[in-house]
């Protein structure tokens, strides 16, 4: 097992009566790109804050790099980057100056402006007042902020919201350089599936503050395999009849599920049945989009 | 703390707010130089009576008005654009960011004080005083202004902190600091009224109180305990603070 970067355990955020974040045990390890994924309000962001410290647990625990984030704060934030729900920038200063007025207190090279610059391709606008940036400009100057201090740990929530299509293709990219190049793991969160599966190789779904998924991308992908469906006039004997033959298939609201696994097996299963005489109605292949997964998972009130 | 200052510097040196400092010494200067400064039976304490004029309109309304015109605006740039949560994931310590901001604006109110006295030294130079300058009297005034301060930047700090509109402390501020023109008046109550000391501890006696503060012990509690009071509440609120 690899180093475990991020552990929560049983970690609990109440505002008033509502749990907020209810038992969160999240565990990211070294050199992962764990896609935090959740519908809106779902405590992502609560939770980003309380592992930057930023808000107080009403209960459980966080070790980043194994130390306690209540005892060993600043070792800890040293070595995170983090870049939370909307860019942080202070209107009246330049990009330049910025990203200086982080740098100061980081004890970063002066070298490392230049450098996060050029990656996120501000080199061009570092001159200009970030009062006048677009959204998308700012977003890509919080990715160069958190990059600034050569961090181990990237903590990234949301950071495609408002770039443009190749904005987000960029960021992408850069996202999925960084573990290779530089051994940095990254936490993103995003509302949206389709941005953690291009990125993500671990996924954590929460929905209304719990946990309800976490495991890698593939085990993620193989719920959406897809099945083929039978409707038959009489499933139950069916289903017992392929059971004695040594087909085991699922039973569910009088349809016969068969895993999609070989052309051979289903044609064998149909021959069986009707060489039984049961009348075959339909045969249709049913398959889930990881979409829809998701919102199985996290229930269609969460809304997307 | 080094590298706080230096980024916070940066910070208040790119906006314009600090270009405040020179409106009320400005303002003084003008009235040291005008026809109401001219008390010719006064001839022996020129420099102190022009002090006293000139502290008038500084530290009345002014100097208590700046403690929180400073204090709101350099907590806005951080309200404003998100700063708070970018600097405070930062390895830096939250007390050591809330006291950075504290002595980033008491040092601004020391520039103000500074540049009175230039004030003070042009309207002498203009009128022709005695060279003979009471330089204890003049330091004690300012410094004296400075300390009286420094309990108004704690509570300013505090709900410039608290609240991200700018309007909201600033209305705290003025409303304490208006009734200073009614309680300067009253002999019973404005050694109690912390809004108040910065002229109550600023106004020159005369030369034969040399050197030592015009005020009461009465005052220094006022002013200390106020002190305490407001950093320390603020302290706490601020190390608490969930952004």
């Known amino acids: ?304 | 703390m080094g590298k706080l200052f230096h980024s916070e510097f940066l910070k208040l040196r790119k906006s314009s707010i600090w270009l405040l400092i020179f409106v009320s010494p400005i303002l003084s200067l003008l009235l040291g130089l005008s026809e109401l400064n001219k008390f010719p039976d006064l001839e022996r304490e020129q420099w102190i009576s022009a002090l006293g004029i000139m502290t008038i309109s500084h530290a009345v309304l002014f100097l208590p008005l700046l403690t929180g015109v400073f204090s709101g605006f350099i907590c806005r740039y951080e309200h404003v654009g998100g700063g708070w949560k970018q600097l405070l994931s930062l390895p830096v310590s939250r007390c050591n960011v809330y006291f950075m901001k504290i002595i980033i604006v008491s040092l601004l109110i020391a520039l103000t004080q500074l540049l009175f006295i230039t004030g003070l030294f042009i309207v002498g130079y203009v009128n022709g005083y005695p060279t003979d300058i009471p330089w204890s009297v003049i330091t004690t005034s300012v410094l004296g202004g400075w300390i009286a301060c420094l309990p108004l930047i704690s509570l300013q700090m505090f709900v410039s902190v608290a609240w991200s509109s700018f309007a909201a402390p600033f209305a705290v501020n003025v409303i304490f600091t208006i009734p200073n023109i009614l309680i300067i008046n009253s002999e019973k109550f404005s050694p109690f009224y912390p809004w108040l000391q910065p002229f109550l501890l600023m106004t020159p006696n005369s030369v034969e109180s040399f050197g030592a503060f015009s005020g009461s012990a009465a005052q220094f509690v006022v002013v200390f305990g106020s002190l305490m009071l407001f950093l320390g509440s603020g302290f706490w609120y601020f190390s608490r603070k969930e952004i």
Request: glycine share 8%.
């Open chain 1, 1 to 304: 097992m690899s180093n475990v970067i991020i552990e929560t355990n049983k970690l609990t955020k109440t505002f008033g009566k509502k749990n907020v974040v209810d038992n969160v045990d999240l565990k990211v390890r070294q050199g992962e790109i764990y896609g935090f994924l959740g519908p809106n309000g779902a405590g992502k962001t609560t939770t980003i804050r309380m592992l930057l410290g930023l808000a107080r647990p009403t209960k459980g625990s966080i070790h980043i790099f194994g130390k306690d984030i209540q005892q060993e704060k600043y070792s800890i934030l040293k070595k995170v980057g983090s870049l939370v729900e909307y860019p942080s920038y202070y209107g009246h200063l330049n990009a330049y100056e910025n990203l200086e007025a982080v740098r100061i207190l980081l004890d970063a090279p002066k070298s490392k402006i230049d450098e996060v610059l050029s990656i996120v391709r501000l080199t061009k606008e570092a001159k200009r007042p970030v009062r006048g940036f677009s959204l998308g400009m700012k977003q890509r100057l919080g990715i160069a902020t958190a990059l600034l201090g050569n961090p181990e740990l990237l903590i990234l929530d949301e950071p495609t919201n408002g770039l443009d299509p190749s904005g987000i293709i960029e960021i992408r990219e850069l996202i999925k350089s960084m573990p290779k190049e530089h051994g940095i793991t990254i936490i993103i969160s995003s509302h949206l599936l389709s941005e953690i599966d291009q990125m993500a190789t671990q996924v954590g779904i929460i929905s209304q503050g719990q946990m309800i998924f976490q495991d890698s991308l593939s085990k993620l992908r193989e719920r959406s395999k897809s099945k083929i469906k039978l409707t038959v006039n009489r499933a139950e004997s069916a289903w017992k009849t392929l059971l004695s033959h040594g087909y085991t298939t699922e039973l569910m609201q009088k349809n016969l599920f068969i895993n999609n696994d070989s052309d051979d097996q289903i044609a064998k299963i149909i021959k069986l049945l009707v060489q039984n005489d049961f009348s075959i109605y339909r045969a249709e292949e049913e398959k889930k989009s990881l979409e829809e997964i998701f919102l199985d998972l996290i229930g269609l009130e969460g809304g997307l």
